[in-house]
């Protein structure tokens, strides 16, 4: 792929939140000549977002100098419009920017050199900084800033593998990375969806990324500012992000459960050999709530073509499938 960038603008109804956001990548600064673009989905709104955003970028001096496209995915759900955005981007690294993400000035630069000094590196992320419509925030929200990805991702510059996610609100990766973890394995999770606040198909990619050895990265440089309007910041919005994540955990909890099986038996076929000599006397023996994760377990382990069409079957058959060969 071209040696550049690309940046993600994912929207659904964003009209009134496009204009900051654009505002803030036309103000991006570069101490070295970088190629980038920023490609906006417009994830089948219903208000004018596609017009405000090609009318927006028109007002700024680099709108000549950066490739700007506003691209529609009739298929809502963020999955889809980012599955589009990836598969036109036409740089060797994306940037996925929320349409309610303030980058800071050198964030595409500083990622870009992220992503070029770390090979290993499947995705990296930094800090996102909360920025409210009237500059107040419930007494509630330091307890769950971490579900509107806000806060601290690490403590140093490195390597976070073990947290298992980075946010997706302006996470960067390698964009032909993104298109191999769904080339012929599609989204696990439904993923947000209009009003809906299903989540996780960020920690997904990630889960992929790390059973196929990527690791991901954090630098606190990386910094961006994350807007909500009032309508964010109430109980009933809350309790629907969380109840969300809830569902998205269902089909989570199985990428965590084989990657630390997978980290477990690696490179250590007794602890394997093991595992699967315990694994059909656990299923017996564990209480109802308990089975189905022994029974992802056994899954994981033999090379019996059982429960095929489960969850844990189809991370089983992504994990022994060769994915770089789009």
């Given at each position: 792929?071209?040696?550049?960038?690309?940046?993600?603008?994912?929207?659904?109804?964003?009209?009134?939140?496009?204009?900051?956001?654009?505002?803030?990548?036309a103000?991006?600064s570069?101490?070295?000549?970088?190629?980038?673009?920023?490609?906006?989905?417009d994830?089948?709104?219903?208000?004018?977002s596609?017009?405000?955003?090609?009318?927006?970028?028109?007002?700024?001096?680099?709108?000549?100098?950066?490739p700007f496209?506003?691209?529609?995915?009739?298929?809502?759900?963020?999955?889809?419009?980012?599955?589009?955005?990836?598969?036109?981007?036409?740089?060797?690294?994306?940037?996925?920017?929320?349409?309610?993400?303030?980058?800071?000035?050198?964030?595409?630069?500083?990622?870009?050199?992220?992503?070029?000094?770390h090979?290993?590196?499947g995705?990296?992320?930094?800090?996102?900084?909360?920025?409210s419509?009237?500059?107040?925030?419930?007494?509630?929200?330091?307890?769950?800033?971490?579900?509107?990805a806000?806060?601290?991702?690490?403590?140093?510059?490195?390597?976070?593998?073990s947290?298992?996610?980075?946010?997706?609100?302006?996470?960067?990766?390698?964009?032909?990375?993104?298109?191999?973890?769904?080339?012929?394995?599609?989204?696990?999770?439904?993923?947000?969806?209009?009003?809906?606040?299903?989540?996780g198909?960020?920690?997904?990619?990630?889960?992929?990324?790390?059973?196929?050895?990527?690791?991901?990265?954090y630098?606190?440089?990386?910094?961006?500012?994350?807007?909500?309007?009032l309508?964010?910041?109430?109980?009933?919005?809350?309790?629907?992000?969380?109840?969300?994540?809830?569902?998205?955990?269902?089909?989570l909890?199985?990428?965590?459960?084989?990657?630390?099986?997978?980290?477990?038996?690696?490179?250590r076929?007794?602890?394997?050999?093991?595992?699967?000599?315990l694994?059909?006397?656990?299923?017996?023996?564990?209480?109802?709530?308990?089975?189905?994760?022994?029974?992802?377990?056994?899954?994981?382990?033999?090379?019996?073509?059982?429960?095929?069409?489960?969850?844990?079957?189809?991370?089983?058959?992504?994990?022994?499938t060769?994915t770089?060969?789009?």
């Amino acid at each position: 792929m071209k040696k550049g960038i690309t940046v993600i603008v994912c929207t659904y109804n964003g009209a009134l939140r496009l204009p900051e956001t654009l505002a803030h990548l036309a103000a991006q600064s570069f101490n070295q000549t970088i190629s980038w673009e920023i490609i906006v989905v417009d994830n089948d709104s219903t208000d004018d977002s596609a017009v405000i955003a090609k009318e927006t970028w028109k007002k700024y001096r680099v709108s000549s100098s950066v490739p700007f496209r506003v691209i529609r995915e009739i298929r809502q759900g963020k999955i889809y419009a980012l599955e589009q955005a990836f598969s036109l981007a036409e740089f060797e690294y994306s940037i996925i920017c929320d349409d309610d993400n303030w980058l800071d000035k050198n964030y595409v630069e500083r990622m870009y050199a992220i992503l070029e000094e770390h090979p290993e590196a499947g995705a990296a992320g930094g800090d996102g900084i909360a920025v409210s419509e009237n500059g107040k925030f419930p007494d509630w929200f330091q307890d769950f800033e971490e579900g509107y990805a806000v806060g601290k991702q690490g403590t140093v510059a490195g390597d976070i593998s073990s947290r298992g996610h980075l946010w997706g609100a302006g996470m960067g990766t390698r964009t032909k990375l993104y298109q191999q973890m769904y080339s012929n394995f599609p989204s696990l999770l439904v993923g947000r969806m209009g009003g809906k606040l299903t989540a996780g198909e960020d920690s997904e990619y990630c889960q992929r990324l790390l059973l196929k050895g990527y690791t991901l990265y954090y630098d606190p440089c990386l910094r961006f500012q994350h807007y909500m309007s009032l309508a964010r910041l109430n109980l009933a919005y809350k309790a629907k992000l969380f109840d969300g994540f809830k569902e998205g955990n269902k089909i989570l909890d199985k990428y965590y459960l084989a990657n630390r099986i997978k980290h477990k038996i690696y490179q250590r076929p007794i602890k394997k050999i093991s595992l699967l000599f315990l694994s059909p006397f656990r299923i017996l023996i564990s209480a109802t709530d308990k089975k189905e994760k022994e029974l992802d377990v056994f899954t994981l382990l033999t090379s019996l073509s059982i429960r095929q069409n489960s969850v844990m079957g189809k991370i089983k058959r992504f994990i022994n499938t060769d994915t770089t060969s789009i």
